[in-house]
């Protein structure tokens, strides 16, 4: 199972990717969601992506935007990881095609029950 | 103030306890440690490393910012990313963790004053050695917080 992180913070990138690594995922990493872009059209889909939405360059956001607009990553999993708590944004990234959604802070189980959600079979 | 701006804007100290109540929510997870004490600052402020998020609520936009000593600071930044207290963290790494609290800490304040402001967006961490002086253009004011072993300044600065 192949994950991507992208958030701006490497504290973040670092405490996701210790917690994907504990599951079972190789993980890569993206300091925004140009760059994500980026890792995907070199490395090709991952089974999920986790993202931030507040970044510099291009935003969580636009990034689940563009990533559902083309057809090649239909079977990506979508999990935005952000401080975005109210209700009207997190129905808006859903809208968006975000799969899941979780509120910073999270704790490491917390990350494991939305991958375990999304029927990812390295969440254990 | 207008009509208008008194039914959305939230009250500046509702701002400095929405941030303290934040700051208990995001260390917990994050750092695991507790908040035993939150003191007003009075003169006794935290100088060192600082990040603060602008909030940009309609009519009433805020700076909320956490700060710590450097000590402190290196030291919150190991315990954010589980190294062990001896190992040396760089002043980017340190500045990185202490802007990503603070955004968890913008975030948690500006959800659980949405009632009073709406949906308003975040901006990105600003990362800073020292303080905010207050000026004749905006008002900072700060609470200390004792957060495990350390000593944290939750501060709100806001326009006059």
Redesign the interface.
Known sequence: MRALVID?????R??LS?ALKQSGFEVAEAIHGKDGLEKLGAAGPFDVALVDW???EMNGLEFVQAVRASAGYAGMKLMMV?????I??IETALAAGADEYV?????NDMIKDKLSMLGLAGAG | MSAVLASTRATRPAWLDAACRALA??V???LEAQVTSIEPAGDQHVAGVAAYVPVMAPGDPVQVGVVASADDAAAI?RR???LPDDEPIGE??IG??I??LA??I???T??SL?SEIG?V????PVVVNGRVAESAHHSVREQIATVGPWRVGVVVVAAM
């Open positions: 701006d913070s490497k504290a973040m670092l405490i210790r507040n970044m510099p952000t401080t975005e708590a109210e009207a944004r509120m910073k802070p999270f704790t | 929510q995001v917990e997870p994050m930044a954010m990313l589980q980017g790494d990185d963790a802007g990503e955004n968890m913008a975030g948690a500006k959800a949405a949906v967006a975040l901006g990105l």
